[in-house]
């Protein structure tokens, strides 16, 4: 099925409700030093250059990535300064729900490592902060990843010995028990599914929001969002000491020791347009979703759990460890729209139905077709949906008889207090996403490429990148400094980082080389930076 019908444009409701604080504009600020007073700031310029913000690490981007990025480096004692274009949740995280899932991952691969750490993170984060628990709507609701074919479920016993192995407790339900424990769903004779009852949910937006109010608690951080945050540019440094800048609408932001891209799928363009290297630029490709919340139907039980069809697995299959992924992984697998079944209900009540996934371009406005699609493909596992599906229906057929596609559809898609969310997965091509340093450019480091998980994997990704760039301070401390102003700034940056470095911190970077951008760019397209 292609995606082919367009709804007026209009703004999405992702980004309307999630941009909740006004642009601000850049200001002149120079976060100097670690720790130091944001009030003591210099004003505007230097003797040594026109820099409008100085910090440590400069990170693009105010999506979960980057979010947890900074906290991560403010813990360690490194000043942060966040540029983002738009507003928190512009991009793919503002339409992610929050499924913080195993039952689908392949226990084993470097996917999982991440995934698993993280959710060990998320679990440490709620249990030392019972306020935040609550304020990212923390929900123990288990996962059911529901098979529909006695072939499925075989495959399902396969999956709960691998899960039981690497101690995430699985439990297998036959078409009896489910009755029980999800009374909504209706599966066909032999259908079945593995409960994980430790997976869990979160609201993603929320937990955005509270990520940036965390950071903006330290005197070492400042978030520019808005025009004057959109990154037009980068002049990356000649050499190892001399630090890189960032060209913005609001003027150059340089970067004392890191640059950081967790621009989502953005990030392409912009290493492409500072390295010279278009290749960086197809490593990742918007694959787009949508994602349905609708008032709890009338007469419809409850869904109790998060569930996911078995088909869901398949997203998740190429990315499961293999450093060199086939030809499979090219983006241009599944052109056609993937609609696979997802339901969980929020910590308010509504129902969250997803998703779809397509390679359909940078375009974000809600497509009829695509959630009629959803809604019907949900029906079918859970029945009380069918008069809803009926009517998104309607509404998917009154836009392609519409001569033009202004007005066929309402914000609800044809089902009355529906909204659809609408995001663009950042897809690494291969499925897995980059996380370190991009060699050949010191100090500039990557994170993105997440795809689904990214609201799951932010914690341990913060961490990794972190780890990746207090080594490289570290390492510039130690070496012969090239002028002398470097070198104090270095060596006090250095001092802050390589403390927080020697904090017991079990994360070593060798188990996630992988994850390395010029690994992941060598495994999709066989060359390594710099040698195109
Ligand atoms: C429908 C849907 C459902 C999902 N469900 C889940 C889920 O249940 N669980 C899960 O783990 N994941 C889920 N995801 C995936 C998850 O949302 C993403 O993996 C994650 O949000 C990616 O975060 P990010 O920070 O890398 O990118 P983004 O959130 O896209 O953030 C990148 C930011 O960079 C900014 N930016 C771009 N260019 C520039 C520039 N030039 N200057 C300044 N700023 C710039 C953008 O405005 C944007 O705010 C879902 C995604 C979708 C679409």
Redesign the pocket.
């Known amino acids: 099925m292609q995606s082919t019908l367009r709804v007026q444009p209009r703004s999405l409701p992702a980004q309307g409700r999630c941009a909740s604080r006004r642009p601000r504009i850049l200001r002149p600020l120079h976060v100097a030093q670690p720790l130091q007073q944001r009030s003591a700031v210099l004003a505007r310029g230097t003797a040594a250059s026109d820099d409008t913000l100085t910090a440590d690490v400069v990170i693009?981007?105010?999506?979960?990535?980057?979010l947890f990025a900074a906290a991560d480096l403010l813990k360690a004692g490194l000043s942060v300064a966040l540029?983002?274009?738009?507003g928190l949740?512009?991009?793919?995280?503002?339409?992610?729900?929050?499924?913080?899932w195993r039952a689908h991952r392949n226990p084993g691969s470097v996917g999982w490592a991440l995934a698993a750490r993280s959710v060990a993170l998320w679990h440490r984060l709620v249990e030392a902060d019972p306020a935040f628990r609550e304020a990212i709507e923390w929900q123990d609701c288990g996962s059911l990843l529901v098979a529909t074919s006695p072939s499925e479920a075989a495959s399902l016993s396969e999956r709960q010995m691998h899960l039981n192995e690497v101690g995430v407790r699985a439990s297998y339900m036959d078409g009896r028990r489910l009755a029980d424990a999800e009374p909504g769903l209706a599966l066909p004779p032999g259908g079945a599914a593995l409960l994980v009852g430790a997976d869990t949910q979160i609201n993603?937006r929320k937990a955005a929001h509270i990520l940036l109010d965390k950071c903006r608690a330290s005197p070492a951080f400042t978030d520019v969002m808005g025009e004057g945050?959109?990154?037009?540019g980068l002049e990356l440094a000649a050499g190892p000491g001399g630090g890189h800048v960032v060209r913005?609408k609001g003027g150059r932001v340089r970067a004392r020791h890191a640059l950081v891209l967790?621009?989502?799928?953005?990030t392409g363009g912009?290493l492409a347009g500072a390295t010279g290297d278009q290749e960086w630029k197809a490593l990742l490709q918007p694959r787009r979703?949508?994602?349905l919340e609708l008032p709890q139907p009338a007469g419809m039980p409850r869904v109790v759990h998060g569930m996911m069809e078995m088909s869901y697995t398949k997203h998740y299959a190429h990315a499961s460890g293999a450093t060199t992924p086939g030809p499979t992984a090219s983006v241009t697998e599944d052109a056609e729209v993937d609609i696979t079944f997802t339901a969980t209900t929020s910590a308010s009540g509504t129902l969250l139905i997803?998703?779809s996934r397509e390679f359909s371009g940078w375009e974000t406005d809600p497509s009829p077709a695509v959630v009629s699609a959803i809604m019907q493909r949900a029906a079918l596992f859970l029945p009380g949906l069918q008069p809803a599906a009926a009517q998104a229906a309607a509404a998917a057929a009154a836009a392609i008889g519409s001569s033009s596609s202004s007005g066929s559809s309402s914000s609800s898609a044809g089902v009355p207090g529906m909204t659809v969310?609408?995001?663009?997965?950042?897809y690494a091509v291969g499925g897995l996403p980059m996380v370190g340093p991009v060699a050949g450019a010191p100090g500039l480091f990557v994170?993105?490429g997440?795809?689904?998980?990214?609201?799951?994997?932010g914690p341990a990704t913060g961490q990794l990148l972190s780890r990746h760039v207090r080594k490289h301070v570290g390492a510039a401390a130690a070496a012969p400094a090239s002028s002398s102003s470097s070198a104090s700034s270095t060596s006090s940056a250095a001092a802050a980082g390589g403390a927080a470095a020697k904090k017991a911190d079990s994360l070593d970077t060798r188990s996630f080389e992988d994850l390395l951008p010029d690994v992941r760019r060598k495994a999709a397209f066989g060359s390594a930076a710099g040698k195109k």
Do not use: D, F, N
């Open positions: 693009v981007g105010a999506g979960i990535v980057g540029l983002e274009r738009k949740c512009a991009g793919a995280t503002g339409a992610g729900q929050g499924y913080l993603g945050g959109e990154v037009q913005t967790a621009a989502g799928v953005w912009l979703g949508h994602l997803g998703s969310r609408v995001g663009l997965r950042p994170a993105a997440h795809e689904g998980s990214g609201l799951c994997m």
